[in-house]
């Protein structure tokens, strides 16, 4: 049986990594330089990574409470609350995008801003941090928490310097899962804001408009770059005790 578990997981993994490899390393070094140099691809990367960051800071202020409402209380309705978080994972994210524009659009300027393109990545990524941290405060001895209370720590408190910390892993892996959903994001940020261009509707204006050889250095650069930053802050955060 280990066998049989061994092949069929190099086919997985070939099949997740392959195009990826193949995409980063099919470029030459002169087409990388020269897609550096090109200020819109990275001021379009920046751009994404801003908006990415600052929709997982908003999640991460009102998602956390909710996350650890739904992980330590029973309370009716419990289960539809939990039901609406995962929505946003199974809806097509163009749908996403019009649900959006037709609910948002005419209270908000998000019509090709970066607060819509933020509500975007926010509607369909915040699941993941959400996720992430229910599951990280369940993990939380509940005994550590009224120790706290016991020795006259508020609940505020004690959720600030017990609950979090000892949560933190699931919390920041919830982050690093929501910011990477979020830098994909294409289907809903198109609906609303073609521009400023994010890297993914760049990666796509460029294809669409001159083909696979002026789109595949942008797609390779952002992914490197992603990649990067994802292993630095993963390896910062399991260094942490």
């Known amino acids: 049986m280990k066998k049989i578990f061994f092949i069929l997981s190099i086919i997985i993994i070939s099949f997740l990594s392959l195009p990826i490899l193949k995409l980063i390393f099919n470029i030459p070094i002169s087409t990388y330089l020269e897609t550096i140099k090109d200020k819109e691809v990275i001021s379009s990367i920046i751009l994404t990574m801003k908006?990415?960051?600052?929709?997982?800071?908003?999640?991460?202020?009102?998602g956390l409470p909710l996350a650890y409402?739904?992980?330590r209380y029973e309370f009716k309705g419990k289960s539809l609350?939990?039901?609406?978080?995962?929505?946003?994972?199974?809806?097509?994210?163009?749908?996403?995008?019009?649900?959006?524009?037709?609910?948002?659009?005419?209270?908000?300027?998000?019509?090709?801003t970066t607060f819509g393109i933020m509500l975007a990545m926010m509607f369909l990524s915040a699941p993941y941090l959400i996720n992430s941290a229910k599951e990280?405060?369940?993990k939380v001895d509940i005994k550590l928490e009224n120790s706290a209370r016991i020795l006259g720590?508020?609940?505020?408190?004690?959720?600030l310097k017990i609950t979090i910390p000892n949560a933190r892993?699931?919390?920041?892996?919830?982050?690093?899962?929501?910011?990477?959903?979020?830098?994909?994001?294409?289907?809903?940020?198109?609906?609303?804001?073609?521009?400023?261009?994010?890297a993914p509707v760049l990666i796509y204006d460029r294809y669409t408009s001159f083909g696979l050889k002026y789109s595949a250095p942008v797609a390779a650069v952002m992914i490197i770059v992603s990649i990067f930053i994802f292993i630095i802050i993963r390896k910062i955060n399991n260094s942490i005790k």
Do not use: C, Q
């Open 136 to 138: 990280g405060f369940r």
């Open 69 to 71: 409402l739904i992980a």
């Open 153 to 159: 720590a508020n609940p505020f408190w004690t959720f």
């Open 169 to 198: 892993k699931d919390i920041v892996n919830g982050m690093l899962l929501m910011w990477a959903r979020g830098l994909g994001e294409f289907g809903a940020v198109v609906i609303i804001a073609y521009h400023p261009m994010v």
């Open 51 to 62: 908006v990415s960051f600052f929709a997982v800071l908003f999640v991460l202020l009102t």
């Open 81 to 112: 609350i939990e039901s609406i978080i995962d929505i946003p994972t199974m809806i097509p994210h163009t749908a996403a995008g019009i649900a959006l524009l037709f609910t948002f659009g005419k209270i908000f300027p998000i019509i090709d």
